[in-house]
């Protein structure tokens, strides 16, 4: 049974920094594609970031680009996400899904049509 367990949250200020981590069990990160998503109150979930095999390929949603690093450790089968100078618009409910597809470059999409999985999400708080 494939598991995703998200974790890291919490309550920051502006400005300060978190990494959230997403450990894997009942499949091998290291074949997957996989990314971080957000889902804010009153909004649809969007992608944040992919990172892609075979080679790694990384992709960022433009309001986190130069903030935001997603990163694999495949001997802990775990995917991170490290998340810089946060602003209270980062707000939001943060899931690990795969696979992550990356549509021409633009956005990601997570697991559709019951195909992978969702981690059951870690709450971001950005507040003064």
């Known amino acids: 049974q494939v598991q995703l367990v998200e974790s890291g949250g919490g309550l920051v200020q502006p400005g300060d920094s978190l990494r959230l981590s997403c450990a894997a069990s009942g499949l091998t990160l290291e074949h997957y594609s996989i990314g971080w998503f957000r889902q804010a109150p009153g909004k649809e979930r969007e992608g944040v970031s992919c990172i892609s095999i075979p080679d790694g390929t990384t992709y960022y949603a433009d309001s986190v680009k130069g903030r935001f690093t997603i990163s694999k450790d495949n001997a802990k089968n775990t995917v991170y996400l490290q998340m810089n100078n946060l602003k209270p618009e980062d707000t939001a409910v943060y899931y690990c899904?795969?696979?992550?597809?990356?549509?021409?470059?633009?956005?990601?999409?997570?697991?559709?049509?019951?195909?992978?999985?969702w981690g059951q999400g870690t709450q971001v708080t950005v507040s003064s």
């Open positions: 899904g795969f696979p992550c597809t990356v549509i021409g470059g633009v956005t990601a999409l997570g697991p559709q049509g019951g195909i992978g999985s």
